[in-house]
């Protein structure tokens, strides 16, 4: 069964500090997500990871994917208030069954 | 163009009632989701829609079902209400990988309070 990991939970920075968050998943998948969710809101999509090696990268956030160590990173560069919401990483297992395990989420305040 | 639609945003039921929740997926996707946010618990995965057909179903009791219509909006039903079942209800929709890359985008959800 997939299990999905996400360290820390909780995350309070202060403005301009770099941060990362870590993804551990416990079995192959071909596929990992990275979504937003501000509070009482939907969850927004942030960054879609589909090989060993890949990385994006919007703004100040950065994901990548390592599919050996089965690890995603998400790291926050010079982080700014606006960053504050839990962030998800969601694995699907692979297969094609397209249901996605979701991590317990990591909360992150930024502080000024 | 227009994202993932649910209704209703809120719903006030009591225990041994049933709900009925509706999604409404991007215009072009042909899957849709079904999970369930209840506080303490995260996100888990409920149903998978694709093409009229249920694909996948996690571990829920059978008092939760859906179905999905060949608009490709879908319904989520909960019978026999329990205190328990109080949720954020959040629908997806994607298409799949041989039409795209499989990404899916959420609605804004449908908050169920059972009292």
């Known amino acids: 069964e997939l299990k999905v990991e996400q360290n820390p939970l909780f995350l309070s920075m202060q403005e301009g500090k770099n941060y990362t968050i870590y993804c551990n998943y416990s079995t192959t998948s071909d596929r990992l997500y990275w979504y937003r969710q501000d509070p009482g809101k939907s969850l927004e999509s942030l960054f879609v990871?589909?090989?060993?090696?890949a990385v994006k990268q919007e703004g100040r956030l950065m994901a990548s994917l390592d599919t050996k160590a089965r690890l995603s990173t998400l790291h926050i560069t010079a982080a700014v208030h606006d960053l504050s919401a839990t962030y998800f990483c969601a694995v699907a297992q692979q297969g094609g069954s397209e249901k996605l395990v979701f991590g317990k989420g990591t909360k992150l305040t930024v502080n000024p | 163009e227009a994202g993932v639609t649910q209704s209703p945003t809120h719903l006030i039921k009591t225990r041994g009632q049933q709900a009925t929740l509706r999604c409404s997926p991007i215009?072009?996707?042909?899957?849709v989701y079904w999970y369930q946010q209840a506080l303490g618990l995260g996100l888990q995965f409920l149903l998978w829609y694709d093409e009229g057909e249920e694909r996948n179903r996690g571990n829920f009791p059978p008092r939760f079902s859906g179905r999905q219509f060949p608009n490709y909006s879908s319904e989520l039903n909960v019978n026999a209400l329990e205190l328990e079942d109080s949720a954020l209800y959040l629908c997806?929709?994607?298409?799949?990988?041989?039409?795209?890359?499989?990404?899916?985008?959420f609605g804004p959800g449908t908050r169920l309070t059972v009292l």
């Open positions: 997806a929709s994607s298409l799949l990988w041989d039409r795209g890359v499989p990404e899916q985008f």
């Open positions: 990871l589909l090989s060993n090696g």
């Open positions: 215009s072009g996707h042909t899957s």
